[in-house]
């Protein structure tokens, strides 16, 4: 008997990559696409050594290519996208055709390759600042904050189209930020990245005060997978978080403490370190520990493997830069 076929996009990424070693694990059949534009080759060391895995090299701009990898997929994890929000308005026009355009692309190829199942990474700054914390899933939608936020929410009306249009059914995940291994962008990375070149002296955007909540990154492949499989509905949404939620000073104490590092904190003022930066993030996540998800890993604890991490593989900043 065959193994079951999936396609990953954004495949050599942080989570991506993480959720291809799974489903390889679990005996599945992978096709790994990515541009590499922010995806790391070393990452999908340990699947190119699988020979069920297929590595494509590809755009989601680039139609052919991306047809020829979904066609025959049982399913599309689809979570290749510019992640970039603190700079969105320097280069609006990338958030529309990596994260909408792209997601388009990608609907366009399970429907001629005849896929029917789709599991997108969205986000949970499409809730904007929302006056509703925790925000749950049936929130009603405020004013978009940022480019990121509002490229993704219409992914998610594409899918939704395509699934009543087409017959597909999808699994939406509305992430708060994910940290752990492989972990490459975002403000613990930052951090890390301006201690290692200034052990006495921290830039911090904003006055720190920003309330934010994370989880770990084999927490939340967990969740992925358990509700791709199990999840019965034409479209399931659900918020991928843990509960709680703490202040950027706070992970900074973690991080500097995981150093050994006692630097000036120096804040730029402001309750947001840049635009489309909500000061108070945490999602209501009852929808998903229904289906029977329980997080293993709590937020400090994930905080701290991450700074271990980055700090015994200090080459991923070169490769970032």
Not at 70 to 98: C, K, M, S
Request: glycine residues 10%; aromatic residues 10%.
């Amino acid at each position: 008997m065959s193994a079951r076929r999936a396609v990953v996009t954004g495949a050599a990424g942080f989570i991506g990559s993480t959720l291809v070693d799974r489903l390889l694990d679990a005996g599945w059949s992978v096709v790994g696409y990515d541009n590499f534009s922010t995806g790391l080759s070393e990452f999908l060391e340990t699947a190119r050594a699988n020979r069920n895995f297929t590595l494509v090299r590809g755009d989601l701009l680039d139609p052919p290519t991306l047809d020829a990898a979904v066609a025959g997929a049982e399913i599309v994890f689809h979570l290749a996208a510019n992640a970039d929000v603190r700079h969105g308005t320097e280069h609006p026009r990338r958030d529309l055709e990596q994260n909408t355009i792209g997601t388009f692309n990608v609907l366009e190829a399970m429907r001629k390759g005849g896929a029917k199942r789709i599991a997108f990474s969205s986000t949970g700054s499409i809730y904007g600042e929302h006056h509703v914390v925790p925000t749950p899933e049936d929130a009603p939608f405020p004013i978009q904050t940022s480019l990121y936020g509002a490229s993704k929410l219409a992914g998610e009306g594409l899918i939704q189209a395509y699934c009543e249009g087409f017959g597909m059914s999808a699994a939406i995940f509305r992430f708060v930020s994910v940290l752990g291994e492989r972990y490459t962008h975002g403000h613990v990375f930052d951090f890390c990245r301006k201690l290692f070149a200034d052990p006495a002296r921290l830039p911090v955007l904003g006055d720190g005060k920003q309330r934010k909540s994370y989880m770990y990154v084999q927490d939340c492949v967990g969740a992925v997978l358990l509700a791709a499989e199990s999840c019965t509905d034409k479209v399931g949404i659900f918020n991928l978080g843990i509960d709680g939620s703490i202040e950027v000073r706070q992970s900074i104490g973690w991080i500097t403490d995981e150093l050994g590092l006692q630097p000036e904190l120096v804040f730029a003022g402001g309750t947001r370190g840049w635009i489309g930066d909500s000061p108070l993030i945490q999602l209501d996540t009852a929808r998903i520990t229904r289906l029977g998800w329980v997080p293993q890993v709590g937020i400090e604890a994930a905080v701290r493997r991450t700074v271990r991490w980055l700090a015994a593989n200090r080459w991923v900043f070169e490769r970032r830069a």
